[in-house]
């Protein structure tokens, strides 16, 4: 289906997005990050804001600008990202976990600054696995709700990142996955991406390649044929 720029075809559609990379404190002035831009996050929330749709954003760690007309809930760190979506769950048709979530945060934080005298030539951190958000919301769905998550893998060929998106679909237990190729010069604060979007069984959707805005139309395509049937 061609991109339905321009018409308002998701009008009355609330979609619940998160965007950007979290932040792991270690101490007052360091933490644990991720490459992430939020760029694709962004683009996915302007996309839906010019179709119409009522867009609510939960950013972690952006390098681009908020697009005016979404609403804003900035947080840091995973354990934030979480409390916010389970928040605002309710009042969402679609929700999509596009944030770059950290897996693992410091066990303990410390107090103030962790000085290089006290630690000697190693420092050994102790890191504690982050509660799996998107998991989480595809558990606690309401009928009708649609969860959508996001999938950033360093498959070495098309075969290897399918099967690594499907193995995930299946443990995520959303209703898509948008599935796309990260490495050390692919997929972060680049403007383009490519992208295939998995069901929850594994099948692929679509597949779309191109600008950051032009691929979150194409999400939105397959986003608005399901709110349609599950409106119907
Ligand atoms: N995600 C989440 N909570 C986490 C980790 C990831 O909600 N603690 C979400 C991301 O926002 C994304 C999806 O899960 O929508 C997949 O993230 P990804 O990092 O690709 O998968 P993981 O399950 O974390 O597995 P791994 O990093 O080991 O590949
Ligand atoms: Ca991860």
Redo the contacts with the bound molecule.
């Keep these: 289906a061609a991109a339905a720029r321009g018409t308002a075809d998701l009008a009355g559609l609330r979609i619940l997005l ?1 965007a950007g990379g979290t932040r792991e404190p270690l101490d007052p002035v360091r933490f644990l990050g991720n490459r992430s831009s939020g760029k694709q996050g962004v683009a996915l929330a302007e996309a839906a804001l010019s179709r119409g749709a009522t867009v609510t954003l939960v950013t972690a760690h952006l390098e681009v600008p908020v697009p005016g007309g979404a609403e804003i809930h900035p947080v840091e760190t ?1 354990e934030q ?2 409390t916010e ?1 389970n928040a605002l769950l309710g009042g969402a048709d679609i929700v ?8 693992y945060r410091p066990r303990e934080v410390a107090e103030g600054k962790i000085k290089k005298d006290a630690t000697g030539d190693v420092l050994t951190l102790e890191l504690v ?9 595809a558990a606690n769905r309401a009928p009708g709700q649609v969860v ?6 360093t498959a070495g060929s098309r075969e290897e990142l399918l099967e ?1 998106g499907r193995t ?1 679909a299946a ?2 237990r ?1 209703d898509y ?2 599935v796309n190729r990260v490495g050390w010069t692919e997929g972060f604060a680049t403007d383009g991406n490519t992208v295939v979007v998995l069901d929850g069984a594994g099948h692929i959707v679509i597949e779309a390649t191109g600008s950051k805005l032009s691929v979150a139309h194409s999400i939105l395509n397959v986003l608005a044929e399901a709110g349609r049937s599950n409106h119907q």
């Design positions: 998160s995973a990202l979480r979506m999509i976990m596009a944030a770059a979530v950290a897996d696995k982050n509660p799996d958000i998107l998991a989480e919301l959508v998550g996001f999938a950033a893998e690594l995930k443990r995520k959303a996955l948008v």
